[in-house]
């Protein structure tokens, strides 16, 4: 079986420190990762992919993941944050040929002045 | 180009109406997906197609929950009988297709149903 266990339902930063958003997969195959971000009132937007190429995976918007197979995680990172980044961001998990996306529960991330 | 479409955007039923949810996915794109999104959850699989064949419906809750796309292209969910824990986002997503690797699942905006 696969899930992903997203370890905040919320985060708070200011506006130009760093971001941590954390993931942890499990996974009976090796595993695609991939996180997406939910705007409100916006369709879900994929912000990145890893599909067993670079463990180093960036994105969209500054936003890059590191995974780290003997850890199970695929946290993702971004260097300032910046207000337009306040959303609601899933980690996701599938696997080759394994059409269907198993979501986590979200984090919200809060972003202030 | 368009993305992919979803109508209505809103949609109340009184329990134990009918409904019926559309969705209109990127043109060309062979594989279609729908989602149901509670609050405060994230997305959970419902039921995928590739063309016109429904090829995985183990996500569906019951089986009032009944998805069709008759010839490949637009995509209909229908639930009878509607129940109060039907209340939720439905979302629609498509991709290119293909089982040898990953295609990015393009997502509509949802359809939010609520059920009094």
């Known amino acids: 079986a696969q899930s992903v266990t997203q370890l905040d339902s919320h985060v708070s930063v200011s506006e130009g420190t760093p971001v941590l958003l954390r993931c942890n997969y499990s996974s009976s195959y090796s595993p695609s990762l991939f996180w997406y971000v939910q705007h409100p009132n916006k369709g879900l937007q994929l912000l990145l992919k890893y599909t067993s190429a670079a463990t180093l995976v960036k994105g969209i918007n500054g936003f890059e993941a590191e995974f780290k197979k003997s850890e199970t995680s695929f946290h993702l990172t971004k260097p300032s944050a910046h207000m337009s980044d306040a959303a609601e961001y899933f980690c996701v998990v599938t696997f080759v040929g394994f059409q269907k996306l198993v979501f986590g529960t979200g984090t919200r991330l809060l972003v202030s002045p | 180009g368009a993305g992919v479409s979803q109508s209505p955007r809103y949609k109340v039923a009184k329990r134990g109406q009918d409904v019926a949810l559309r969705c209109d996915p990127i043109s060309g794109h062979v594989s279609l997906f729908w989602y149901q999104q509670a609050l405060g959850q994230g997305p959970e699989f419902l039921t995928y197609f590739q063309n016109e064949a429904q090829l995985d419906k183990s996500g569906l809750p019951s089986d009032r929950f009944f998805a069709e796309r008759p010839e490949g292209s637009v995509s209909t969910l229908k639930i009878q009988r509607t129940q109060q824990e039907d209340s939720a986002v439905y979302l629609c997503?498509?991709?290119?297709?293909?089982?040898?690797?990953?295609?990015?699942?393009?997502f509509g905006p949802g359809t939010r149903l609520t059920v009094l």
């Open positions: 997503a498509s991709s290119l297709g293909g089982v040898s690797s990953y295609n990015e699942q393009f």
